[in-house]
């Protein structure tokens, strides 16, 4: 049976922290996912706090998010946070809109940056990647899309898959899954509600209770490098629900 993750994000506005923990572990979660908002401005006496707590709880960060800046201008820390925390995996989780490209060949320029910024991870032997959202799926001008050319430009990058956002971006995540198997090393596992549903929850949904096929994505998953399953929900407002429904859906697939 595949080890379930909780991306951490999701219950930001749920403190403290150390409950969640407890509740996740409670569920039976194997690990989390850390990001920015966590550790980004955590000395060293906090970053061991933070182990000392998911050691208690019986749970490891195995995977986290870090910003293209802390990654680019600050890779020293990043790998002290990684390595304190006891993360395998490492990926950019997002570019703003003001900064992303306009063509094929921006977004193939910005996989090589990625792929610059991966090094030092690389080389101290961490999985580093890209997580996408729906931006990277539009069409552009030449017929291609961002994540194509993202990948084609840092052909070290592995993906962790955001297959709901995939989704969002009007694309076929089965399709993307045949083409990139070999490069997805972690999926976040997210649901989407019903049209019209879930407005309060930015139409996001528990997993399980949406309109993704999870249960035929996880069989096409089964055959890639994927080694990590990661739920999210981006704006849930009862913690407690999508803990509970989520990993006895996923059991279920």
């Known amino acids: 049976m595949t080890k379930l993750g909780f ?9 403290p922290l150390s409950e969640t923990l407890s509740k996740l572990s409670a569920a039976g979660y194997a690990h989390v996912e850390g990001y920015g908002g966590i550790y980004a ?10 182990r000392a707590d998911l050691d208690t709880a019986g749970l490891t960060m195995l995977t986290g998010h870090f910003g293209l800046d802390m990654l680019e201008k600050e890779p020293r820390r ?8 006891g993360i395998k995996a490492i990926y950019c989780p997002y570019l703003l809109p003001d900064l992303r490209p306009s063509d094929a060949s921006g977004w193939f320029a910005f996989g ?11 080389d101290a032997g961490y999985v580093f990647g890209w997580h996408n959202h729906d931006f990277e799926f539009k069409t552009l001008s030449d017929g291609s899309t961002p994540q194509e050319q ?5 052909p070290e990058l592995s993906w962790e898959a955001d297959i ?14 045949e083409s990139y198997g070999k490069r997805i090393s972690a999926v976040h596992v997210k649901d989407i509600a019903p049209a019209g549903e879930n407005t309060d929850e930015d139409g996001w ?14 069989a096409a998953l089964s055959s890639t490098a994927v080694e ?7 704006n849930p407002n009862d913690l407690d629900r999508l803990i509970t429904r989520s990993i006895a859906a996923f059991e279920g697939y």
């Open 150 to 154: 993202i990948l084609a430009g840092g």
């Open 205 to 218: 949904a528990d997993v399980g209770h949406g309109t993704v096929a999870w249960k035929d994505l996880v």
């Open 7 to 15: 991306q951490l994000y999701s219950a930001r506005n749920f403190p």
């Open 78 to 85: 990043a790998l002290k946070v990684a390595e304190t925390l």
């Open 41 to 50: 401005t955590m000395d060293d006496a906090a970053l061991k706090a933070l």
């Open 112 to 122: 090589q940056r990625l792929q610059e910024a991966g090094k030092p991870f690389r």
């Open 228 to 234: 990590y399953y990661v739920v999210e929900h981006d």
């Open 164 to 177: 709901a956002w995939v989704v969002r971006g009007g694309a076929d995540p089965f399709a993307w899954i």
